[in-house]
């Protein structure tokens, strides 16, 4: 898709309902993530979500999903070593998932590598990881001076390099989520990461407008004036990032 220019809509979904309904509304990628956390159990931040519940949510999925890729999240902890994330890699495939996803930086290259060395497809998340928001004070827009943008930078090219098949930008100005794209081969999926990326994804609760905290500045609610119920918001939104008008500026970080 990137090479044909074609952006990816990409949705978190947690259950087999809204698999199905995201399929049919043209969703390209399911992420099970690890928010299931928060928007689903309740908890003030991903850290607690455990292996397992994402295996739970990974089953449930898979029973509605009909055309869609499924990524899965390795949470919290689950990947500090090699071992670790094989093994938890191999729960989280075998429960359905196509590819996992992880956070972080370069300290995870060797696992990236190994894991592809072994069939494991692997999506890498940068920029804001909420699985880190304790050690990075808080949900904050990252890469804004010189030294992290092309540390950000660097690190990309650094997990494309150990195999990584797909990038996850969060929180990043706009113009970073641009070079970045630019420079990489393998796709960039961003969330307040600015148009340029090579597609988009959002936390499904948030962009239905049903979360419970204040609005993010990067998330669209595609209910508002939306008639046609949840299909219809997700169809446009598919829509909208397919055709380059989800984000616009206002929803990305200068
Ligand atoms: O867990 C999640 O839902 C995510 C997205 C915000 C990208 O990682």
């Not at 209910?223 to 380059?244: D, H, L, P, S, W």
Request: charged share 20%; with cysteine; proline share 4%.
């Amino acid at each position: 898709m990137k090479e044909n220019g074609e952006k990816i809509a990409m949705l978190t979904a947690y259950d087999a309902s809204f698999s199905r309904l995201f399929s049919e509304a043209g969703v390209d990628i399911q992420l099970v993530g690890d928010t299931l956390g928060m928007v689903v159990m309740g908890y003030e931040t991903t850290v607690p979500v455990a292996v397992e519940d994402i295996v739970h949510h990974t089953r449930c999925v898979i029973r509605g999903n009909q055309r869609s890729f499924i990524i899965t999240d390795l949470p919290f902890m689950a990947y500090s070593n090699i071992d670790q994330a094989m093994e938890n890699s191999k729960k989280l495939l075998q429960a359905g998932a196509q590819m996992v996803k992880l956070e972080g930086g370069r300290w995870t290259e060797d696992t990236v590598f190994a894991l592809q060395q072994r069939g494991v497809g692997v999506c890498c998340h940068i920029g804001l990881t909420p699985q880190s928001v304790h050690s990075l004070g808080g949900y904050k827009v990252q890469g804004r001076e010189a030294a992290a943008a092309s540390e950000l930078l660097e690190t990309a090219k650094c997990l494309e390099q150990a195999g990584a098949k797909l990038l996850v930008l969060e929180c990043v100005p706009h113009s970073l989520g641009a070079k970045i794209t630019e420079q990489l081969s393998i796709p960039t999926i961003g969330i307040g990461a600015g148009p340029n990326c090579d597609g988009q994804v959002l936390v499904t609760y948030d962009m239905l407008g049903i979360s419970t905290h204040p609005p993010l500045t990067f998330v669209r609610d595609f209910m508002e004036g939306c008639t046609g119920g949840i299909i219809e918001a997700v169809a446009q939104y598919v829509a909208a990032v397919k055709n380059g008008s989800f984000p616009n500026l206002k929803e990305s970080f200068a």
